[in-house]
Structures are given as C-alpha cells and as structure tokens.
C-alpha cells in the first residue's frame, strides 16, 4: 500500500508540473481514457473522456501562455484512501501566476477531488473534480 500512496502522490504532482508546462500530453497520460474532469466554477463544468479532457486543458493552457509569465500549481496535504485497484485522494492547490502585463501575483485556492484507479499496474485520475475557493492579488 505504500508504494501505491507515493505512486499515486507522484501522479498528481506529474500532472500539476505538465499544466504548468502546457503540455498537453503529459497531462492526457494522468487521465484514464474513461476519466471524467469536473470544473465547479463553469455552468456546464463536466467533461468525459480523454478528447473532451484533452479540449479543455488545451483551451486552459492556450489562454494561460497568452496572460501570465508563469504559472505554478502546488499541491498540499494530500489524503489518500486506497481500497484494492481504486483509490480516492484529497488535496488542497494553490496556484500562483504573475500577469504579462501586471506588477502583481494572482494567488488562486482550490481543492481537489480525484478517484483514481489503477490499470495494468499503473495508477490514473478516473474522476478530477476541482473546486475554486478564492482567488486574490499581491503586489509584488
């Protein structure tokens, strides 16, 4: 069972380091081709399988690398619940971006809620549920 926690962990971090790299493929490799993304702060926030997952995190991406100089997604206390090849994990995200054109860092608190499940020995996101808390601005 350890092991699988640290998988599992390494898994939400490889998945938070692609966003952040805009790379679309090494987000897809989280996700199980069945998986479902759940967006709370959208009206229609539901997206199944891979290519409708793949569409949003394009979008995602696309308006990030046009706004900010960067972008970080960092993930704490995360509690794991592992129950044979199924597994839940929470955790809390705080992300930081420093717009292009702004003297400012725009910190934005979120939770996840991800199912996972783990297929040919490996672990993927079967259900990412993000919730967004609050969203503030620091001066730099």
């Known amino acids: 069972m350890h092991k699988s926690i640290i998988e599992i962990e390494q898994l939400l971090y490889r ?37 409708e ?23 704490t206390c995360p509690l794991i619940d592992i129950t044979g090849d199924e597994a839940t994990a929470f ?4 992300v930081d971006a420093a717009p292009k054109d702004a003297s400012q860092v725009i910190i934005t608190v979120c939770r996840y809620e ?15 549920s993000i919730f967004m808390d609050d969203t503030y601005t620091v001066m730099k």
């Open 15 to 51: 998945c938070c380091h692609a966003v952040d790299q805009g790379n679309i493929d090494k987000i897809m490799s989280c996700f199980h081709p069945n998986a479902i993304l759940i967006i709370n702060w959208e009206e229609n926030g539901k997206y199944s399988g891979h290519e």
């Open 91 to 94: 955790s809390y995200l705080d």
């Open 53 to 75: 997952i793949r569409q949003w995190f394009f979008n995602y991406t696309q308006v990030m690398k046009t706004a900010v100089k960067y972008l970080r997604h960092k993930i």
């Open 114 to 128: 991800d199912k996972l499940t783990k297929h040919d020995g490996q672990w993927y996101l079967n259900q990412k």
